[in-house]
Each structure stands twice: as structure tokens, then as C-alpha cells.
């Protein structure tokens, strides 16, 4: 399971992916100090939520801790609602990390053929056809998963050596220390310089995001209260001690931001660009030190983002938070087919707005990067004020003791500034082409729960039920 989290995570690979945002607003050291800040802020939240996952280990996650730390007369709309968000979150998260493997191929395409004329819609139907095969391996071939799994671990650390190594070997001038730990660059065009540092947190944040996927496999686990607290601290610990050198290493080596950005994929694959520069146009070396994301989602970040992501609808739906058929197990798969197409459709829509707006990868990766905070703050809130005074299930194997509430204050106040700072425009002056839509994605996602609740949850809905509850007790043992 940590290496599912580290799978669904891939910290440097999704740095890589949105590394021009840090250097567009804020510069190296929005870059560097911002992944430190993101790192902490991860570690707070993850020593909270494992916290909560020892106690309560269900694949429903969020909306089912929330369920247990509510007062009981509003447990039921509250986890309703974080229920969406967390659904939500996940899709968004299938979408972004798909997107990032569909540009970085049409990255390729731009940079090699000369033929070739970008077109917006190309990336859409390339993100559609990805989700396509993710979604066929999920239901027919997901016993294979835990095997490549192992496939994209190892591409993940040779990706990490070979890329910093490449450019640490192949920069001759590279970047001082003091530029590196200090620059601060705004090409945002906001003229608050704080502003402008903290958007450029998106590039991180989104590497500390997602790390939950082990939690929506928790009752397909044993000795879940021990191993499940491991593997989200190991993935957010690890990931951020090793992915740090390989941020300063990169640091030190982009000498010409504007040049990079300028360049024919500079703001669709920074990292593709930037090889290229450095490289001379060599197609080998472009190729091979970009070809990890892409390599590991078709081996499997794609497929288990896909089958995490089906997880969580799966458990709501049986929850009554969705019609039930679509918590149907088929017999032959063992897997819930139907949540696993409901999960296809919504990132294929969510695709499609890419076609009319040029920064919508951003906006969502935002939205993204958001939905899953709310959808861990919101036990995190319950936490600090009400403390574990409504939860009734004993504690697990994993416990704060009595600092809980103090890490829970802290990671609930970082929550809330990313939250507010990743709804902001990237870009200034704002114009229908470069507006961050992660606010409306998500404003949106919450009108389409608050119909849902008076439709069907408010009758259908039943939280966390008893039988869960048992279930949960079982599992910790």
C-alpha cells in the first residue's frame, strides 16, 4: 500500500509537471522554500488523517471520519458533503494526472514532428483515450496492479537519478546559491509579491496531494490500523526528504526561465523544453528524460488512481450517497464496474473544458489540489472543536495522544490558506482564456451535492452505519 500511495503521489513527476507556475510566480524560491512549506504542511495533515484512519479504517475515508467526529444530529449532512468533495477530488486528481502524461506526449509530437499542429481538442481526446485503457485494466486486470506497481516504483527512482544527474552534468553555468535560495521572479503580472509567491505554491502542493489512496483500499487490507498510519506517514515523509535535493538540483540548473517558457512546449511541458534547450534539440535525451511520468502511468499511476478513485464512489454509492446500483461488485471482475464507469465519464467531461480554455490544466490541477484539501480539513475542523468527544469507536494502533489538538490547529490553518490561495487567477489581468477555474469547479461540485442531498441523499444517505462501524473494529486487528 506505500507503494500505491507513492504511485498515486509521484511527488517529482507532478513537481515536473507544473514547475513553471513556481517560476512564473515567485521564482527558485517559491520553488524550493514553497516545497518545503507544502512538505510540512503535508506531514501535518497526513499525522492527522493516519490518526483517523487507524480508528476508522473504511474504504469511504474523509466523509467517513468526518461521519464519526460530527455531533450526531449533523453527521449525516456533513459527511454528505465531504463525501462529494473527496469523489470529487479523486476525479479531478484522475484528470490531472492523465492530462500531465497527454501533454508530455504531445510535447513530443510538437518538439519532433514538424508536420504536427497542436490543437487543444488533440489533448482532450489523447486524455479520453488514456482513461479508456486505465479504466479496461481496472475491471479486467486489476489482479496485476500490485506487480506493476513494482514496475513503477523503479521508474520512479531511476527518473529522479537520471534526471537530476543529467542536468547537474550538462549545465556548465549553472544557477549561484544565493539566486537558488532567494530569487523571487513574478511573471504572474499581480503586483502583490505575496500573492504572487503563494500561487506559485501550486507547483508543490500538488505533490503532497493524493497521497490518501491507500485509505480507499483499507478493507481489502489486514492489520489495517498498524500498516494503513505507515504507509500515508512512509509516502509523505520519504517522499518529501528525497524529492527535496532533486528540487534544489533543478534549481541550480534553470539558468534561462523566460528562454524556456518562450520555447515551442515551454508551457505545456516545462520540463520537455527545458531538456530540449539544454540537450541541443536531441530527441533521444528529450525523450528519454520525460518518457517516466508517461511509463509509469501505463504501467500503473493511471490504473490506480482509477481503481482509488473508483473505491471512493463505490463506498459512498453502498452509503446511499449515490443510487446503489452503482455499488454493484460483479461477480466474474471482483470489481465495481459501474463505479469504475461513472469515474471513466466524469474525467472524460472534465477533459473537455481544456478544448475552450488554455490554462484549464492549472485551474484544474487547482481544483484538484483543493477538493482534496476541504476533503481533509473537514475532519480536521471537526477535530478542533469538538475533539474526539462524538466519536465513539475506540483509538488505533496509531494515536497523537494528547497533541492532537495542536497539530490538528496547525494543519487545519495551512489547509486553509492553500484552499484560498489555489482559487485565485493565475494570471493578471484576468481574461475568459486565463481564468483559474478551480473555484468554479468546485462551487459547482458543491451545487451539484446540496441537489443530490434534497433529491436523494436527505432520504437515501445513512453516514456511517453500524455495520460499517463493526467493521471497522474488526479491521484493526
Not at 96 to 120: C, H, K, N
Not at 253 to 275: E, H, K, N, R, Y
Amino acid at each position: 500500500m506505500a507503494f500505491m500511495s507513492f504511485c498515486t503521489s509521484v511527488t517529482w513527476e507532478a513537481l515536473s509537471s507544473t514547475m513553471a507556475q513556481a517560476l512564473t510566480s515567485g521564482g527558485s524560491s517559491s520553488l524550493v522554500w514553497g516545497f518545503v512549506a507544502s512538505a510540512l504542511g503535508a506531514l501535518l495533515i497526513v499525522l492527522c488523517v493516519a490518526e483517523y484512519a487507524s480508528m476508522i479504517p473504511t474504504a469511504g475515508g474523509q466523509y467517513h471520519y468526518v461521519a464519526e467526529l460530527s455531533p450526531p444530529r449533523l453527521r449525516r449532512i456533513l459527511s454528505f458533503y465531504a463525501g462529494w468533495m473527496t469523489m470529487l477530488g479523486w476525479v479531478l486528481c484522475a484528470l490531472a494526472g492523465t492530462f500531465s502524461s497527454a501533454m508530455q506526449i504531445q510535447a513530443w509530437a510538437i518538439l519532433f514532428s514538424p508536420d504536427y499542429v497542436y490543437e487543444r481538442w488533440h489533448t482532450a481526446l489523447i486524455v479520453i483515450g488514456l482513461t479508456s485503457l486505465f479504466t479496461i485494466f481496472a475491471i479486467f486486470e486489476v489482479k496485476y496492479l500490485h506487480q506493476l506497481q513494482f514496475v513503477a516504483m523503479f521508474c520512479h527512482v531511476v527518473g529522479y537519478f537520471a534526471t537530476s544527474i543529467y542536468l547537474l552534468t550538462h549545465v556548465p553555468e549553472k544557477n549561484t546559491a544565493a539566486y537558488v535560495f532567494t530569487d523571487f521572479t513574478n511573471l504572474s503580472g499581480w503586483d502583490s509579491p505575496g500573492i504572487s509567491w503563494l500561487i506559485g505554491l501550486l507547483t508543490s502542493a500538488i505533490g503532497f496531494v493524493s497521497w490518501d489512496s491507500p485509505i480507499h483500499m483499507a478493507e481489502e487490507m489486514t492489520n489495517v490500523s498498524r500498516d494503513l498510519p505507515r504507509a500515508l506517514l512512509i509516502n509523505v515523509t520519504v517522499s518529501a526528504i528525497a524529492t527535496f535535493p532533486w528540487v534544489v538540483a533543478v534549481a541550480f540548473c534553470i539558468t534561462d526561465i523566460a528562454g524556456v517558457l518562450a520555447g515551442p512546449v515551454g508551457t505545456i511541458s516545462f520540463m520537455a523544453q527545458l531538456f530540449y534547450n539544454i540537450s541541443g534539440g536531441n530527441q533521444a535525451a528529450t525523450i528519454g528524460l520525460t518518457m517516466f511520468l508517461p511509463v509509469m502511468s501505463f504501467c500503473a499511476v493511471g490504473s490506480s488512481v482509477m481503481t482509488a478513485t473508483s473505491r471512493i464512489i463505490w463506498s459512498f454509492a453502498r452509503d446511499g450517497g449515490l443510487p446503489r446500483a452503482i455499488a454493484h461488485v460483479s461477480d466474474r471482475t471482483k470489481t465495481p464496474i459501474w463505479a469504475l464507469v461513472l469515474t471513466w465519464v466524469l474525467v472524460s467531461a472534465f477533459s473537455l473544458i481544456y478544448v475552450g480554455n488554455a490554462t484549464a490544466f492549472y485551474g484544474l490541477s487547482s481544483a484538484c489540489t483543493v477538493a482534496l484539501l476541504i476533503s481533509y480539513a473537514s475532519p480536521i475542523l471537526l477535530n478542533v472543536i469538538w475533539g474526539f468527544s462524538h466519536c465513539h469507536l475506540p483509538k488505533g494502533a496509531f494515536t497523537l495522544g494528547r497533541y492532537h489538538r495542536y497539530v490538528a490547529v496547525a494543519a487545519l490553518a495551512w489547509s486553509l490558506c492553500m484552499i484560498i490561495m489555489m482559487c485565485f487567477p493565475t494570471y493578471q489581468p484576468v481574461t475568459d482564456l486565463n481564468m483559474n477555474y478551480a473555484s468554479v469547479v468546485v462551487c459547482g461540485g458543491m451545487v451539484v451535492a446540496t441537489i443530490a442531498w434534497f433529491t436523494y441523499g436527505r432520504t437515501n444517505y445513512v453516514a456511517i452505519t453500524e455495520e460499517l462501524d463493526g467493521s471497522a473494529s474488526n479491521h484493526r486487528h
